[in-house]
């Protein structure tokens, strides 16, 4: 079975562009959940997405949206790009909707460099 | 102050060592999450608990709910074992799951 996979592994834009990044969970699960790392800090958890409807919003501005499609698959979009968007973007599913007592599996991330 | 503080933020050690990474957290929870975070980015869940112990092969987790504090325990350390350990709790309240900023293992040969 494969993992959860993400797209693209890379990218690099400039302030102000857009960005959409996708990601595709274990095959059975319905929660997606989005998180940003910035480097040397721990995740922070940006949505979460269950059954295609937002079920969790962490503390980002509203230049972050997501949508959840109807084969659980999820596109994370950020507008308006900052350089303080730079940042590896982890995608996790699981089977529950509850994040805390569900186990996450993680994708590879996609590595975003904003100029 | 952090919701999830871990210690010590970076750790060396020489391989066959025994090594423990702490958790501390201020909020409810609902369970804990040791995660394991390799170079390049991927991250494995290692345990997931609410109480007690959980062993897999030379991991040890353990949890006490009413000092609010977690410890990962590594015995017979190896280079292999040398990543960013990542303790996140998920809360009570909302489901929330809060990370801490991760602890750097290097384990030398």
């Known amino acids: 079975d494969a993992g959860v996979t993400q797209s693209p592994t890379h990218l690099i834009k400039t302030r102000g562009q857009h960005v959409t990044l996708r990601c595709s969970p274990i095959?059975?699960?319905?929660?997606v959940s989005w998180y940003q790392q910035v480097l040397g800090q721990g995740p922070q958890f940006i949505f979460q997405?269950?059954?295609?409807?937002?079920?969790g919003r962490g503390n980002f501005p509203d230049r972050f949206s997501a949508r959840q499609f109807p084969n659980y698959s999820s596109e994370l979009n950020v507008n308006a790009l900052l350089l303080g968007d730079s940042a590896l973007y982890l995608c996790?599913?699981?089977?529950?909707?509850?994040?805390?007592?569900?186990?996450?599996?993680f994708g590879p991330g996609t590595r975003l460099t904003v100029l | 102050k952090n919701e999830v503080e871990q210690s010590p933020q970076n750790l060396t050690a020489q391989e066959g060592e025994f090594i423990t990474i702490n958790c501390s957290y201020s909020?409810?929870?609902?369970?804990l999450h040791w995660l394991q975070q390799h170079p390049g980015g991927g991250i494995v869940s290692l345990f997931m608990?609410?109480?007690g112990k959980k062993k897999h092969g030379r991991l040890i987790a353990t949890i006490n709910i009413q000092e609010k504090h977690s410890s990962l325990h590594i015995t017979a350390s190896h280079p292999r074992d040398s990543a960013v350990y990542i303790c996140?709790?998920?809360?009570?309240?909302?489901?929330?799951?809060?990370f801490g900023e991760g602890t750097q293992l290097t384990v030398n040969p």
């Open positions: 996790a599913s699981s089977l529950r909707r509850d994040r805390g007592l569900a186990h996450q599996f």
């Open positions: 095959s059975g699960h319905k929660s």
């Open positions: 997405y269950y059954e295609k409807e937002e079920r």
């Open positions: 909020v409810g929870i609902s369970a």
């Open positions: 608990l609410s109480s």
């Open positions: 996140a709790v998920g809360e009570t309240s909302g489901s929330r799951l809060t």
